[in-house]
């Protein structure tokens, strides 16, 4: 059953364009979700994370968008840059009002080039 | 860097032997989680422990096991290896039990032959 879904397992930009990296979950109780950008033979590195409460959360090139009643959330990267080329990882956790354990879910990830 | 040291970085070994991977939270750190990554599978919850006890498991096998010492340094141990083993392991660490980041280590790539 997996409850994180990426359904694009690659995407190819053009650099300086806007790359947008989608996710869809399916259990209702996740409160919490993270995108996380990893590289060959290196161990995931956070980006940015948004909460239930909220349905937008930024961070410089990095916005994450989250639509509760669709169960869908969303990476845009702007403007893409070569370095950005990964792949990119989004997870869901249920217990940030809870006090539960903070397993996260992981999607199956989806591969991004950005072509100079 | 995250400042979540793994080792080893390599592991390779015959099946039917055991072996332990270790890992060193970042500063501060209580909970600790454990990660198991193979081609079919993805990232895969094992187990979190928070400050010396086991808060959570995921789909950890029998013959797996971990620990979490009380300078909150943690072991993952893995017996009877089957090829099915082969992985690449990784653990992560956040503050406290929920709501917060994980920030994971480099990972510790175990060949099972």
């Known amino acids: 059953d997996q409850q994180v879904k990426q359904n694009s397992p690659s995407l190819s930009v053009q650099e300086g364009r806007i790359s947008i990296l989608n996710c869809d979950y399916t259990?209702?109780?996740?409160?919490?979700f993270l995108w996380y950008k990893k590289y060959p033979a290196e161990g995931p590195t956070f980006l940015i994370s948004?909460?239930?409460?909220?349905d937008k959360n930024e961070d410089g090139r990095f916005t994450v968008f989250l639509n509760k009643s669709a169960k869908h959330l969303s990476l845009h990267i702007v403007p893409s840059q070569p370095g950005d080329s990964a792949v990119y990882f989004c997870a869901a956790s249920r217990g940030v009002y809870g006090g539960a354990t903070n397993k996260l879910i992981f999607g199956t990830g989806t591969l991004l080039a950005v072509q100079p | 860097d995250s400042g979540v040291t793994q080792t080893p970085k390599h592991l390779i070994t015959a099946t039917g032997q055991r072996v332990t991977l270790r890992c060193s939270p970042r500063s501060g750190d209580l909970s600790v989680y454990w990660y198991q990554q193979s081609l079919d599978q993805g990232l895969q919850f094992l187990i979190q422990?928070?400050?010396?006890?086991?808060?959570a498991k995921g789909n950890i096998l029998e013959r797996f096991s971990a620990q979490q010492f009380p300078d909150l340094h943690s072991e993952l141990n893995l017996s009877s290896l089957e090829l099915g083993d082969s992985a690449l392991y990784f653990c992560?660490?956040?503050?406290?039990?929920?709501?917060?980041?994980?920030?994971f280590g480099p990972g510790t790539r175990l060949t099972v032959t």
């Open positions: 422990y928070y400050n010396g006890e086991e808060r």
């Open positions: 948004i909460s239930s409460i909220k």
């Open positions: 259990n209702s109780m996740f409160d919490y």
């Open positions: 992560a660490s956040s503050p406290g039990l929920a709501g917060a980041e994980q920030y």
